[in-house]
């Protein structure tokens, strides 16, 4: 839930923190920290993440409160980052991570942990996020070092030169190994995304990798990168992917769509590979629904 509010004469000159838990009655001063330490306050607009911050009469402060509990850290292991030269680095992204900033947060997300590892390194680029993974979806994700490398990277994602490999965990079996749903994509409702004629052009390869006459294992090969592309294919399919209960899959311990590799050639033209290994949780799913042995 966002809130906002305009501050008046009686907050000119004060610390942010005290204004914040003056101004919203359900926040105390120890969460008005914990609010703007995690990116969750914008005054006049801006994010600030000063606690000390001035106010001044006739600012606007808007907070972003969380569900209990919503909030976590984001601390990854060492081979979490999955490749790095002098162009870019690959992240292995968890599930229910945000790829980027929200009005709730900024530190939690990958982006804010792309930002602390260029800052470790001695660079002040910040975290520039060319694609995007859904929150529940883990795997690869690709960020540029500097602004040159961006724009080339974004090049690469937008003329469809990047390679991507997904495996997901779907209800059904499919009627053929191999398919491709080439449904145009457009927004239906909040969050909310479907197949229509009057959508943006998509285009998917499947195939099948593994299955019983209840789930299957299926990679995916997006040719576009439309929002929720390969859930509203399989969707459409009449597979949902297991977990995903926007579009009809079964409850699960998260969603099982993983993004397995991206693959690509560099600047040089060498051939680039870079591979993210499954999860605990989605091996563990594989094996309750049969796909591998225990």
Same mark, same amino acid.
């Given at each position: 839930? !966002? !809130?906002r509010?305009t501050?008046?004469?009686?907050f000119?000159?004060?610390?942010? #923190? #005290?204004?914040?838990a003056?101004?919203?009655?359900a926040v105390?001063?120890?969460?008005?920290r914990?609010?703007?330490?995690?990116?969750?306050c914008?005054v006049n607009?801006s994010?600030v993440?000063v606690?000390?911050?001035?106010?001044? *009469?006739? &600012?606007i402060i808007?907070i972003g409160?969380?569900?209990?509990?919503?909030?976590?850290e984001?601390?990854?292991?060492?081979?979490?980052?999955l490749?790095? &030269?002098d162009?870019?680095?690959?992240?292995d992204?968890p599930?229910? !991570?945000n $790829?980027?900033?929200?009005?709730y947060?900024?530190?939690?997300?990958?982006e804010?942990w792309?930002s602390?590892?260029f800052?470790k390194?001695?660079? /002040?680029? =910040?975290?520039r996020?060319?694609?995007r993974?859904?929150?529940g979806?883990s795997?690869?994700?690709?960020?540029p070092k500097?602004?040159?490398?961006?724009?080339w990277?974004?090049? +690469?994602f937008h &003329? /469809?030169?990047?390679?991507?490999?997904?495996?997901a965990l779907?209800c059904?079996?499919p009627?053929?190994?191999e398919w491709a749903? #080439?449904?145009a994509i457009g927004?239906v409702? =909040?969050a909310?995304?479907?197949?229509?004629?009057e959508? +943006? *052009?998509?285009? $998917?390869?499947?195939t099948l990798l593994?299955? /019983?006459d &209840?789930y299957s294992?299926?990679?995916?090969?997006?040719? $576009?990168?439309?929002t929720?592309? !390969?859930?509203?294919?399989?969707?459409? *399919?009449?597979?949902?992917?297991?977990? #995903?209960?926007?579009?009809?899959g079964?409850?699960a311990? +998260?969603l099982?769509l993983h993004?397995?590799?991206i693959?690509f050639?560099?600047q040089?033209g060498?051939?680039?590979k870079?591979k993210?290994?499954?999860d605990?949780?989605?091996?563990?799913?594989?094996?309750e629904k049969?796909?591998?042995?225990n």
């Amino acid at each position: 839930m !966002i !809130i906002r509010k305009t501050t008046g004469k009686e907050f000119e000159g004060r610390r942010l #923190d #005290d204004v914040v838990a003056q101004l919203f009655e359900a926040v105390s001063k120890s969460e008005a920290r914990r609010i703007i330490d995690r990116g969750g306050c914008a005054v006049n607009s801006s994010m600030v993440r000063v606690a000390s911050r001035q106010i001044k *009469s006739g &600012d606007i402060i808007e907070i972003g409160l969380m569900e209990q509990g919503r909030f976590l850290e984001l601390i990854l292991p060492s081979e979490a980052l999955l490749y790095e &030269d002098d162009q870019l680095i690959a992240v292995d992204k968890p599930a229910g !991570i945000n $790829t980027q900033r929200t009005p709730y947060q900024l530190k939690g997300t990958l982006e804010f942990w792309v930002s602390e590892y260029f800052r470790k390194q001695g660079s /002040n680029e =910040p975290a520039r996020v060319i694609h995007r993974l859904d929150r529940g979806t883990s795997g690869v994700m690709l960020f540029p070092k500097h602004r040159q490398a961006a724009a080339w990277l974004s090049k +690469r994602f937008h &003329d /469809n030169q990047m390679e991507k490999h997904y495996l997901a965990l779907v209800c059904g079996r499919p009627e053929y190994d191999e398919w491709a749903v #080439d449904g145009a994509i457009g927004k239906v409702g =909040p969050a909310l995304y479907g197949v229509m004629a009057e959508g +943006r *052009s998509a285009l $998917t390869e499947f195939t099948l990798l593994a299955g /019983n006459d &209840d789930y299957s294992l299926i990679e995916a090969l997006p040719q $576009t990168g439309r929002t929720h592309q !390969i859930r509203v294919h399989l969707e459409y *399919s009449g597979l949902p992917i297991v977990g #995903d209960a926007t579009y009809g899959g079964e409850p699960a311990s +998260r969603l099982m769509l993983h993004c397995a590799g991206i693959s690509f050639l560099n600047q040089a033209g060498l051939a680039i590979k870079i591979k993210a290994p499954l999860d605990n949780r989605y091996i563990n799913c594989l094996k309750e629904k049969g796909i591998v042995r225990n």
